[in-house]
Protein backbone atom coordinates (compact mmCIF):
# COMPACT_ATOMS: atom_id res chain seq x y z
CA UNK A 1 0.00 0.00 0.00
CA UNK A 2 0.82 3.61 0.29
CA UNK A 3 3.72 5.09 2.54
CA UNK A 4 4.01 8.49 3.82
CA UNK A 5 3.97 11.06 1.37
CA UNK A 6 5.36 14.95 2.26
CA UNK A 7 5.05 17.59 -0.73
CA UNK A 8 7.04 19.40 -1.89
CA UNK A 9 9.88 17.14 -1.70
CA UNK A 10 12.13 20.80 -2.01
CA UNK A 11 11.41 24.02 -1.12
CA UNK A 12 13.63 27.16 -1.53
CA UNK A 13 12.30 30.31 0.08
CA UNK A 14 13.87 33.65 0.58
CA UNK A 15 14.27 34.72 3.71
CA UNK A 16 11.10 36.15 5.78
CA UNK A 17 9.06 34.20 3.51
CA UNK A 18 6.00 31.80 4.87
CA UNK A 19 6.25 28.45 3.71
CA UNK A 20 3.56 25.25 4.35
CA UNK A 21 4.68 21.64 3.99
CA UNK A 22 2.27 18.99 3.84
CA UNK A 23 2.25 15.21 5.27
CA UNK A 24 -0.08 12.62 4.25
CA UNK A 25 0.00 9.72 6.63
CA UNK A 26 -0.42 5.73 5.80
CA UNK A 27 -4.57 5.73 5.90
CA UNK A 28 -5.87 4.52 9.44
CA UNK A 29 -2.27 5.51 11.04
CA UNK A 30 -3.43 7.60 14.27
CA UNK A 31 -0.23 8.76 15.66
CA UNK A 32 1.41 11.94 13.30
CA UNK A 33 5.07 13.13 14.34
CA UNK A 34 7.18 15.95 12.98
CA UNK A 35 10.47 15.55 12.96
CA UNK A 36 13.71 18.55 11.65
CA UNK A 37 16.66 16.65 10.03
CA UNK A 38 19.80 19.27 10.04
CA UNK A 39 22.64 18.72 7.51
CA UNK A 40 24.31 15.75 8.62
CA UNK A 41 22.54 14.97 12.17
CA UNK A 42 19.54 12.77 13.01
CA UNK A 43 16.34 13.92 13.23
CA UNK A 44 15.00 15.63 16.14
CA UNK A 45 11.32 15.81 17.20
CA UNK A 46 9.00 18.71 16.90
CA UNK A 47 5.29 17.72 17.57
CA UNK A 48 2.97 15.14 17.77
CA UNK A 49 -0.34 14.45 16.90
CA UNK A 50 -2.87 11.42 17.96
CA UNK A 51 -5.77 11.91 15.56
CA UNK A 52 -6.37 16.03 14.95
CA UNK A 53 -5.41 16.86 18.85
CA UNK A 54 -2.00 18.00 19.19
CA UNK A 55 -0.85 16.48 22.25
CA UNK A 56 2.90 17.48 22.18
CA UNK A 57 4.30 20.40 21.08
CA UNK A 58 7.57 20.78 23.03
CA UNK A 59 9.98 20.56 20.19
CA UNK A 60 8.80 23.27 18.01
CA UNK A 61 11.89 25.45 18.24
CA UNK A 62 9.80 28.93 18.00
CA UNK A 63 6.70 30.30 17.89
CA UNK A 64 7.03 31.16 14.34
CA UNK A 65 6.53 27.52 13.94
CA UNK A 66 3.04 25.73 13.86
CA UNK A 67 1.51 22.56 12.84
CA UNK A 68 -2.23 21.74 12.08
CA UNK A 69 -3.46 18.51 11.48
CA UNK A 70 -7.67 19.28 11.49
CA UNK A 71 -9.30 16.35 10.33
CA UNK A 72 -6.77 13.66 11.62
CA UNK A 73 -5.02 12.75 8.63
CA UNK A 74 -3.10 15.58 6.58
CA UNK A 75 -0.64 17.61 8.42
CA UNK A 76 0.67 20.76 7.46
CA UNK A 77 3.41 22.16 9.04
CA UNK A 78 4.12 25.96 8.31
CA UNK A 79 6.98 27.97 9.50
CA UNK A 80 6.78 31.76 9.41
CA UNK A 81 8.94 34.63 8.33
CA UNK A 82 11.57 31.77 7.65
CA UNK A 83 15.10 32.42 9.06
CA UNK A 84 18.46 30.68 7.60
CA UNK A 85 18.68 28.49 10.42
CA UNK A 86 15.24 26.92 9.05
CA UNK A 87 17.27 24.91 6.54
CA UNK A 88 16.84 21.54 6.87
CA UNK A 89 14.74 18.11 5.96
CA UNK A 90 11.30 17.99 7.62
CA UNK A 91 10.40 14.33 7.72
CA UNK A 92 7.20 13.58 8.87
CA UNK A 93 6.24 9.83 10.53
CA UNK A 94 3.02 8.14 10.91
CA UNK A 95 1.76 4.90 13.13
CA UNK A 96 -1.04 2.56 13.45
CA UNK A 97 -1.53 3.45 17.39
CA UNK A 98 -0.54 5.93 19.71
CA UNK A 99 2.41 6.10 21.16
CA UNK A 100 3.98 2.93 22.58
CA UNK A 101 3.69 -0.29 21.17
CA UNK A 102 5.16 -2.61 18.28
CA UNK A 103 3.74 -0.61 15.96
CA UNK A 104 6.84 1.77 14.35
CA UNK A 105 6.93 4.63 12.63
CA UNK A 106 6.73 5.23 9.16
CA UNK A 107 8.56 7.84 7.85
CA UNK A 108 7.93 10.01 4.50
CA UNK A 109 10.70 10.95 2.32
CA UNK A 110 10.88 14.46 3.71
CA UNK A 111 11.08 18.04 2.91
CA UNK A 112 14.27 19.99 1.94
CA UNK A 113 13.80 23.65 2.96
CA UNK A 114 16.53 25.67 1.86
CA UNK A 115 15.81 29.86 2.98
CA UNK A 116 18.41 31.99 1.37
CA UNK B 1 17.79 19.19 21.32
CA UNK B 2 18.80 15.41 23.27
CA UNK B 3 21.02 13.16 20.62
CA UNK B 4 22.83 9.42 21.36
CA UNK B 5 26.01 9.00 21.70
CA UNK B 6 26.36 7.04 18.00
CA UNK B 7 29.66 5.43 16.90
CA UNK B 8 31.66 5.61 14.85
CA UNK B 9 30.85 8.26 13.02
CA UNK B 10 31.75 7.11 9.66
CA UNK B 11 33.32 3.96 8.63
CA UNK B 12 35.06 2.65 5.39
CA UNK B 13 34.95 -0.71 4.95
CA UNK B 14 35.96 -4.04 1.92
CA UNK B 15 32.63 -5.36 0.78
CA UNK B 16 32.72 -8.88 2.87
CA UNK B 17 33.75 -7.63 5.77
CA UNK B 18 31.54 -7.75 9.25
CA UNK B 19 30.34 -4.11 10.63
CA UNK B 20 29.29 -2.99 14.10
CA UNK B 21 28.26 0.17 15.84
CA UNK B 22 26.49 0.94 18.93
CA UNK B 23 24.88 3.25 20.54
CA UNK B 24 25.03 4.87 23.98
CA UNK B 25 22.32 7.17 26.20
CA UNK B 26 23.21 8.88 29.67
CA UNK B 27 19.05 7.85 29.82
CA UNK B 28 17.23 4.67 30.58
CA UNK B 29 15.11 3.76 27.05
CA UNK B 30 12.53 1.21 26.96
CA UNK B 31 12.99 1.11 23.31
CA UNK B 32 15.46 0.83 20.95
CA UNK B 33 15.10 0.78 17.12
CA UNK B 34 18.36 1.22 14.28
CA UNK B 35 17.18 3.00 11.26
CA UNK B 36 18.54 2.97 7.17
CA UNK B 37 18.44 6.43 5.50
CA UNK B 38 19.57 6.70 2.39
CA UNK B 39 20.26 9.97 0.23
CA UNK B 40 17.33 12.15 -0.53
CA UNK B 41 14.70 9.24 1.65
CA UNK B 42 13.58 9.21 4.74
CA UNK B 43 15.15 6.95 7.96
CA UNK B 44 13.70 3.16 7.12
CA UNK B 45 12.92 0.80 10.05
CA UNK B 46 15.34 -1.89 10.25
CA UNK B 47 15.16 -3.50 13.52
CA UNK B 48 13.37 -2.86 16.65
CA UNK B 49 14.49 -3.98 20.63
CA UNK B 50 11.46 -3.41 23.25
CA UNK B 51 13.43 -5.95 26.09
CA UNK B 52 16.80 -5.53 28.31
CA UNK B 53 19.17 -7.98 27.20
CA UNK B 54 17.23 -9.27 23.56
CA UNK B 55 19.31 -9.86 20.45
CA UNK B 56 17.19 -9.81 17.00
CA UNK B 57 18.29 -10.81 13.82
CA UNK B 58 16.83 -9.19 10.57
CA UNK B 59 18.66 -11.31 7.69
CA UNK B 60 22.76 -10.44 8.11
CA UNK B 61 21.54 -7.28 10.45
CA UNK B 62 21.70 -8.41 14.22
CA UNK B 63 21.17 -5.85 17.31
CA UNK B 64 21.26 -6.31 20.69
CA UNK B 65 18.96 -3.91 23.49
CA UNK B 66 21.94 -3.21 26.35
CA UNK B 67 21.48 -4.29 30.07
CA UNK B 68 21.59 -1.06 31.69
CA UNK B 69 19.28 -0.37 29.32
CA UNK B 70 21.54 2.62 28.21
CA UNK B 71 22.90 1.15 25.30
CA UNK B 72 22.81 -1.02 22.13
CA UNK B 73 24.84 -2.27 18.97
CA UNK B 74 24.51 -3.12 15.35
CA UNK B 75 26.43 -5.89 13.30
CA UNK B 76 26.65 -5.99 10.10
CA UNK B 77 27.68 -9.53 8.66
CA UNK B 78 29.08 -9.79 5.48
CA UNK B 79 28.92 -6.03 3.66
CA UNK B 80 27.91 -5.98 0.55
CA UNK B 81 27.40 -2.85 -1.84
CA UNK B 82 23.71 -1.67 -1.22
CA UNK B 83 24.49 -1.53 2.66
CA UNK B 84 26.20 1.96 1.62
CA UNK B 85 23.84 4.62 3.76
CA UNK B 86 23.30 6.18 7.01
CA UNK B 87 22.33 3.99 9.99
CA UNK B 88 20.47 5.82 12.90
CA UNK B 89 19.77 4.36 16.33
CA UNK B 90 16.82 5.49 18.26
CA UNK B 91 15.46 5.30 21.56
CA UNK B 92 12.02 5.76 23.16
CA UNK B 93 11.51 6.29 26.85
CA UNK B 94 8.53 4.91 28.17
CA UNK B 95 5.99 5.81 31.04
CA UNK B 96 2.33 7.30 31.18
CA UNK B 97 1.43 10.26 28.95
CA UNK B 98 5.10 9.60 26.41
CA UNK B 99 4.03 10.62 23.30
CA UNK B 100 6.46 7.65 22.15
CA UNK B 101 8.34 10.66 20.35
CA UNK B 102 11.36 8.98 18.94
CA UNK B 103 15.19 10.32 20.50
CA UNK B 104 17.92 10.24 17.56
CA UNK B 105 21.81 9.33 17.51
CA UNK B 106 24.02 11.61 15.18
CA UNK B 107 24.22 8.25 12.66
CA UNK B 108 27.11 6.42 11.27
CA UNK B 109 27.88 6.58 7.71
CA UNK B 110 28.98 3.30 6.03
CA UNK B 111 31.02 3.98 2.74
CA UNK B 112 32.63 0.72 1.29
CA UNK B 113 35.92 0.82 0.16
CA UNK B 114 36.18 0.81 -4.17
Known amino acids: GAGVSQSPRYKVAKRGQDVALRCDPI?????LFWYQQALGQGPEFLTYFQNEAQLDKSGLPSDRFFAERPEGSVSTLKIQRTQQEDSAVYLC??????????????FGPGTRLTVT | GQQLNQSPQSMFIQEGEDVSMNCTSS?????WLWYKQDPGEGPVLLIALYKAGELTSNGRLTAQFGITRKDSFLNISASIPSDVGIYFCAGRTGGSGNTGKLIFGQGTTLQVKP
Open chain 1, 93 to 106: ASSLVPGQGVYEQY
Open chain 2, 27 to 31: SIFNT
Open chain 1, 27 to 31: SGHVS
